[in-house]
């Protein structure tokens, strides 16, 4: 019988890397959980249809103010619906400039709060704020 390597867990989050089958620990899993509630469509998932973000229809819409201010939205809401242990406190576009912008490349910086056992019932922020860049 072979042992798995140790790997520094505080216990509050911990996963399995969806690429590599890794242990992921805290934040990382936060992380890789926003990535995957961002990317994946609302009705996708067979048993569990209200999972997902609106972020997958507005890909590729023109970057005029309402469409921002939907995708902020989007972020915001399946944030609040799908991840407890991360609140959002901003969304941000930082660096992207008319350059970019002509290109159809847009970055977002998400700001928020991680508690790390928030799914146990405690809401207890986890030191200073944190930044998700997707």
Same mark, same amino acid.
């Given at each position: #019988? ?7 867990? +505080?216990?509050?989050? @911990? *996963? @399995? ?15 890789? +959980? ?17 999972? *997902? +973000?609106?972020?997958?229809? /507005?890909? *590729?819409?023109? /970057? ?8 902020? #939205? ?20 930082? *660096? ?18 991680? #508690?790390?056992?928030? /799914? ?13 860049? @997707?």
């Amino acid at each position: #019988m072979t042992r798995a390597p140790s790997v520094p867990i +505080s216990g509050a989050s @911990i *996963g @399995i890397n969806r690429y590599d089958g890794r242990l992921l620990a805290d934040f990382s899993h936060v992380r890789q +959980s926003l990535g995957v509630i961002f990317t994946t469509r609302i009705g996708r998932r067979v048993f569990r249809r209200t999972f *997902g +973000s609106a972020v997958p229809p /507005l890909l *590729g819409q023109p /970057l005029t103010p309402p469409t921002l201010l939907r995708f902020y #939205m989007a972020i915001a809401i399946a944030c609040y619906l799908w991840e407890p242990r991360f609140k959002v406190v901003s969304v941000n576009y930082p *660096g992207t400039s008319p350059d970019t912008l002509a290109q159809g490349q847009f970055g977002v910086s998400i700001v928020g709060n991680y #508690m790390p056992y928030a /799914l146990q019932g405690d809401f207890t922020v986890a030191g200073a704020p944190v930044t998700v860049i @997707i």
